[in-house]
Nanobody, 116 residues
Framework: QIQLVDSGGGLVQVGGSLKLSCVASGNIFSVNAMGWYRQAPGKQRELIASISTRGVTTYADSVKGRFTIARDKADNTVSLEMNNLKSEDTAVYYC??????????WGQGTQVTVTS
């Protein structure tokens, strides 16, 4: 089992920045990738950023160049730095852990609201 606790959401104006954090615990040695998903009202949950154990990162086109995912193996944390936020970034953001290539564990979610 893996436990994920994500935090760092809040209210920010358009053009502002936020940094989300996720702390992982449990059987983390089985994790082969970490990611951040988000779900906006009325929309499906989407994967927006991921990082492999080798540090390879991928981003959705909607956040590329504005968001940065990073992993600190020393304290089992994954962060998502979000810059130049837009109103369409408003969503609940979830940290996720992948086992054998499939995301199977989720944080509780943290709300990000971007206001104009």
């Amino acid at each position: 089992q893996i436990q994920l606790v994500d935090s760092g959401g809040g209210l920010v104006q358009v053009g502002g920045s936020l940094k989300l954090s996720c702390v992982a615990s449990g059987n983390i040695f089985s994790v082969n990738a970490m990611g951040w998903y988000r779900q906006a009202p009325g929309k499906q949950r989407e994967l927006i950023a991921s990082i492999s154990t080798r540090g390879v990162t991928t981003y959705a086109d909607s956040v590329k160049g504005r968001f940065t995912i990073a992993r600190d193996k020393a304290d089992n944390t994954v962060s998502l730095e979000m810059n130049n936020l837009k109103s369409e970034d408003t969503a609940v953001y979830y940290c996720a852990a992948a086992i054998l290539g499939s995301y199977a564990y989720w944080g509780q979610g943290t709300q990000v609201t971007v206001t104009s």
